[in-house]
């Protein structure tokens, strides 16, 4: 029997296609909860919970007191939340699958040996993998990690989406904390032949450097994601602290 999160997901995913079909149009009020209860034989939390993820995608626009909406451009964009790569694909792109394009240990040049605090030919794990949606390509990383960190890592491991508790387990090891930045950029070989797309269209590009609990760096990840399928949001929290100036406010950002 499906549990209540496989039917809301299933069900999230009816409605996006029905959306991206054009099923239901750009601006078209969507059939009451009731009406979508009655109609998919679900209950209304899950009804709830399916439009939630739609309004998350900005799929549908949810108006207080008038029903739900199909939002004036309904392109579907997977929210990366709180930079939580693995519990937002859960949720928004179940369907996502990983492949290693390739993995080979290689020896560390200086800049490398110096990114990853390590020494000039020091043995280091590196891959790429791409992650598709129903066949097509939507994102794309490398990663480096040093010998002493991924000695019994295997291509399986590499596959897996939840790869950091995966890394952690099969190594070991702790991760504490990790250093990060996301920028624009645009797409170059060999981006463009593993994302299918062309030179120069804009990518959202994500590097992490990952730390242990003992503050050794563990492993550096360098990801690229099509700006047509995924944007990032964070939560952000806005408080005064008179301690620091008196009348200021401080914008916090949540990190997952």
């Keep these: 029997m499906a549990t209540r999160t496989t039917a809301y997901k299933r069900l999230a995913e009816t409605i996006r296609q029905r959306i991206l079909e054009g099923e239901w149009r750009a601006g078209q009020q969507l059939p ?16 709830r919970r399916a439009l939630q993820i739609m309004e998350e995608e900005l799929l549908v626009r949810r108006r207080q007191g008038s029903g739900t909406f199909v939002s004036p451009t309904p392109v579907r964009k997977i929210p990366i939340l709180n930079t939580d790569f693995f519990a937002s694909v859960v949720r928004h792109a ?19 040996a110096e990114q990853l605090d390590t020494v000039p030919g020091d043995k280091i794990l590196h891959a790429v993998r791409v992650d598709e949606l129903r066949g097509e390509p939507v994102a794309a990383d490398e990663l480096w990690l040093p010998w002493r960190f991924a000695s019994e890592l295997g291509s399986d491991d590499l596959t897996e989406l939840d790869f950091l508790d995966r890394w952690q387990a099969v190594e070991n090891i702790r991760l504490d904390y990790g250093t990060q930045s996301i920028e624009a950029t645009k797409a170059r070989a060999p981006l463009t032949g593993l994302l299918q797309v062309r030179s120069g269209d804009p990518l959202l590009k994500e590097t992490n450097t990952l730390y242990l609990i003992a503050g050794q760096r563990a492993g550096l990840f360098v990801s690229h994601y099509r700006h047509d399928y995924f944007r990032f949001d964070a939560t952000v929290a806005i408080r005064t602290d008179a301690r620091k100036s008196g009348t200021g406010s401080e914008i916090e950002v949540a990190r997952g």
């Design 32 to 47: 009451t909860e009731q009406r979508l209860c009655d109609e998919f034989s679900a209950s209304r939390i899950t009804v």
């Design 94 to 112: 179940p369907d996502l699958k990983r492949r290693v394009k390739s993995c080979d240990w290689i020896e560390a040049d200086n800049d490398l």
